[in-house]
């Protein structure tokens, strides 16, 4: 079972390592995948040519480390086996992305609790995965 995590330092996406971690619990296979998806705005960045690439995953990378912290302190006290990655783009479609790529079979993430209408006017990043994923994603408030 490899269940992906996107972690952003809230106390919801903190709240769905917990809930990954017990849903893995007794799979002896299980595997969880922390996720932090940065992007161009939260970085700090601008559109950039493909040699500034590198210089700008080093960055995220930075960013994520410190986010990573508490939800790897997480799975280490469960025993569970995970790592973590760091990438940058749009964020939802990006947390599909990375699904697929490693063949997760399921997304577990935190919501923020906003209220439909507020989701609706914002453009909700767990709306747009719930629709974008084609496996089953578990929202945590």
């Known amino acids: 079972m490899r269940i992906l995590v996107p972690v952003d330092g809230t106390p919801a996406s903190h709240r769905a390592v917990k809930h990954a971690v017990t849903l893995a619990a007794g799979c002896f296979d299980a595997h969880v ?52 990655m760091a990438e940058v783009g749009p964020v939802a479609e990006t947390i599909v992305r990375v699904a697929h790529e490693l063949k997760a079979d399921q997304i577990v993430m935190g919501t923020r609790g906003l209220n439909s209408l507020s989701g609706l006017l914002m453009g909700s990043v767990t709306t747009r995965t719930v629709h974008l994923a084609d496996v089953p994603v578990t929202l945590i408030k």
């Open 33 to 84: 995948i922390l996720l932090n998806v940065q992007n161009r705005a939260s970085l700090g960045l601008s559109d950039i040519g493909a040699e500034e690439v590198s210089d700008e995953v080093e960055q995220a990378q930075r960013v994520s480390e410190k986010l990573f912290h508490g939800a790897a302190v997480t799975c280490r006290e469960a025993g569970m086996s995970f790592e973590t």
